[in-house]
């Protein structure tokens, strides 16, 4: 349905169908959690409660950021460029800790601002060398698989072996081989975002002309690879090679599956001219040859942590990570350098609740603090999730992939195998993912439209609803923990086909649709300071009452629900 909004534009909800599932999750969830004879209202917030809000800011004080007083497009284009710089940023890389290093400078000049910093020590791995031989001669390699195993010296050796997807990899058709893999992608309906879907703002309809279409990205076949790699690890296999279906030039030190597992084979990539001579060895029977060197150890790395304070101790918390691949991966840090600047020249009386900027570290590292599958932002959840009882967390605003550019896989030119990525000369379409919350899926409505950012979609989650608390967990990125530990959050993020592939610069980037999505967030922070925190919270209110009632019980072992350490 259509519901009309400031300046009389259409904004598409989905409100009726999507708020009932989650007024009746909420419903259910409060229910089962609230004492006998007590009642809740629809935003979960028992009745007859008293809230608490924040201080109002002071009269005179603005209420929404003022464009002409924020960072200009060259500010943050220079940002931006000033990260892309310190080039490939592996988590605890000379490089990202060159960037972490820069971030830190730009914040200790904000008057104001106090930095602290979370220190880890992880068990890092950062490329040597690499090289691949077939039938005796050279073949050029688009580097390694992050985190497979180096290979002795002299390398290791065995017949190649092409196992076209869809052919299980296993010890009879791998032991001793090297085995030849294509780098799988795969695509989803653009119906299934629709079904997803809070609200989309598209005055211009590209995103409803393109709903019969299909979203095909690498990202959506990432735990295809990984399958991939422990199947041919277990069978025995002596190597294997990702073979993508773009250039070499384009996929060279593509950067996933980056989970911080250490891989149990030598694993590298090629481009699709490379993968297609290789697979034409593979069926004449011939051998190839495969060394990767890496230096593998304990190695430090941290997360930095800004805060401005505010007239009250809740805390209005910005978070993105600072290691990345490329100028879009992620320059997250590059706006909330913006956003902080900003938020520091107004004075403390203009600031209800405090701001925090946390630019958290092993993004690129899933498993930090293994065995879980959580990244620095994940760790900082854990402390957020405390925070959120003790009464000192309000908002989460997760920034990833700002200002994305969009480019689709087209067939290669004069006949050639494979695809090539082009620019569409359109930017990728806008993704917010928030929780069962009214009062922050309206308010994130009003400011997308305030700032008319067009071709943006607000989701519940990037994956199918669930029997579990929330039903929606993933967020496609770095909004994931914070949700999973049922803290209010807004989540920005893109998925671009440029992510993983440090090939892309700064061409991958729109400064302006960058600055767009940096106000929205800056926003936020002014339309969401002096809402209570109950009302912020709506259905995590009640999700977070039931949660307290399973975490310690029985149901516990059925994982409805993630139950916080200790």
């Given amino acids: 349905m259509y519901s009309k909004q400031p300046g009389d534009v259409p904004i598409r909800f ?30 979960g917030v028992p009745l007859g409660a008293k809230l608490d809000p924040p201080p109002l800011a002071a009269s005179g004080c603005p209420s929404q950021v003022s464009p002409d007083e924020f960072a200009s497009e060259d500010r943050l284009r220079g940002l931006n460029r000033e990260m892309a710089d310190f080039g490939r940023r592996p988590t605890g890389s000379r490089a990202h800790q060159r960037y972490v290093a820069s971030v830190e400078h730009h914040l200790a000049r904000i008057e104001g601002a106090s930095v602290r910093e979370i220190p880890y020590e992880f068990d890092s791995w950062q490329a040597g060398g690499q090289s691949l031989s077939a039938d005796g001669r050279g073949i050029p390699d688009a580097g390694p698989v992050p985190y497979a195993e180096p290979t002795p010296k002299g390398g290791v050796t065995g017949e190649l072996v092409f196992i076209p997807k869809g052919t299980a990899i296993t010890a009879e058709n791998a032991a001793g081989k090297v085995v030849v893999r294509d780098a799988a992608t795969t695509s989803v309906p653009k119906a299934a975002f629709a079904a997803l879907e809070w609200w989309s703002y598209d005055p211009d309809l590209t995103l409803t002309t393109s709903i019969a279409e299909n979203y095909e990205r690498d990202y959506l076949a990432y735990l295809e690879r990984i399958a991939d790699l422990e199947a ?15 250039p070499r030039e384009q996929v060279r030190d593509h950067y996933a599956p980056y ?32 060394t990767l060197s890496a230096k593998r150890g304990p190695a430090p790395t941290k997360t930095l942590v ?32 913006a956003m902080a600047e900003h938020m520091a020249s107004l004075p403390k009386e203009c600031r209800p609740r405090t701001v925090e900027f946390v630019f958290t570290t092993a993004h690129l590292h ?53 695809r090539e990525l082009k620019p569409t000369g359109q930017s990728e379409p806008v993704s917010f993912f928030v929780g069962e919350s009214p009062a922050l899926i309206g308010d994130l409505a009003a400011v997308t439209i305030r700032h008319d950012m067009r071709g943006t979609i607000a989701l519940r989650g ?49 400064p302006a649709l960058m600055r767009k999505e940096t106000l929205v967030a800056t926003d936020l922070l002014y339309t969401t300071a002096s809402i209570p925190r109950e009302v912020l919270g709506g259905g995590y209110v009640g999700y977070r009452a039931a949660r307290g009632l399973i975490c310690g019980s029985a149901l516990e072992t059925f994982a409805f629900v993630k139950c916080p350490a200790g």
């Fill in 306 to 337: 800004a805060t401005l304070p505010g007239m009250s101790e809740e805390r209005l918390v910005v978070q993105s990570h600072t290691d990345g691949m490329n100028a879009v991966w992620d320059n997250g840090p590059a706006a909330m350098i």
């Fill in 259 to 290: 989970e911080g597992v250490h891989w149990e084979i030598p694993a590298v990539q090629v481009g699709v001219d490379e993968g297609a001579e290789l697979k034409q060895l593979a069926a004449a029977g011939k051998s190839a040859k495969l």
């Fill in 232 to 246: 041919a690890a277990d069978s025995g296999a002596a190597g294997m090679v990702l073979a993508h279906s773009f």
């Fill in 462 to 510: 990037a994956d199918l609803p669930g029997a579990r608390i929330p039903p929606h967990v993933a967020y496609g990125g770095e909004g994931t923990p914070y949700q999973a530990h049922l803290i209010p959050n807004i989540s920005l993020v893109t998925g671009p086909w440029t992510l993983y592939n440090p090939a892309f610069g700064m061409e991958a980037v729109d």
């Fill in 366 to 418: 899933q498993r930090l603090m293994p065995p879980e599958r959580e990244g620095g932002a994940g760790q900082y959840a854990k402390e957020l999730d405390k925070g959120y009882d003790d009464g000192t967390v309000a908002l989460v605003i997760a920034l990833e992939h700002l200002g994305a550019r969009e480019y689709d896989a087209v067939p290669r030119a004069a006949g050639l195998p494979g």
């Fill in 14 to 43: 989905r409100g009726k169908t999507a708020l009932a599932g989650a007024a009746i999750a909420l419903s259910l969830a409060c229910l089962a959690a609230a004492p006998a004879g007590s009642h809740t209202g629809p935003l």
